[in-house]
């Protein structure tokens, strides 16, 4: 079977001193200071992983909400809202990520909002890359919609093992 994968684009950034050093991007547009969160004991006026990935989620969400729309012949209001919220959290020795969408798209009623949620959550390369890896809620102006285990392939499977 031929492959149909096509690469796009390929960012490149560097990081020095982990949370407490700094990131540049290899374009030099992304310079900032790191910092462990500041309710973790971190400094003021510095970003940090989570923040950053929520950053780059919610924006990669709305462009895939956008080229849903589009496919569909119908556009976006402008004012469409995607929050992302990441958590980090321990369990045991080990440390990993959450996250939880909330979609508000102005315009349309709510099971097209839902309809289209469910379409992006299928190609947004950051659903795409986190599914079965880890626990992504999805919601539409603050309600929680059902995912189907399909749509967050081995997210279920995995809970139910740790059960």
């Known amino acids: 079977m031929e492959s149909t994968k096509k690469n796009l684009y390929t960012a ?20 900032l200071d790191m ?74 009623d709510h099971d097209k909002t839902v309809e289209m949620v469910r379409q992006a959550h299928k190609i947004c390369p950051y659903s795409v890359g986190t599914r079965g890896n880890m626990e992504v809620e999805l919601k539409v102006q603050g309600e929680a919609i059902p995912v189907a285990p399909e749509e967050n392939a081995g997210v279920a499977e995995k809970s139910a093992v740790a059960a």
């Open 12 to 31: 490149d950034a560097t990081a020095v001193g982990g949370r407490s050093g700094h990131v540049r991007s290899a374009t030099g547009t992304v310079d």
């Open 35 to 108: 910092s462990v969160p500041e309710g973790l004991g971190g400094k003021k006026g510095a970003t940090n992983p989570e923040e950053l990935f929520a950053a780059g989620y919610a924006s990669c969400f709305q462009q895939a909400l956008l080229v849903i729309a589009q496919r569909a012949g119908d556009k976006l209001d402008p004012a469409t809202e995607v929050k992302c919220g990441v958590t980090l959290f321990q369990d045991g020795e080990a440390y990993g990520l959450s996250a939880v969408l909330d979609i508000d798209l102005k315009s349309f």
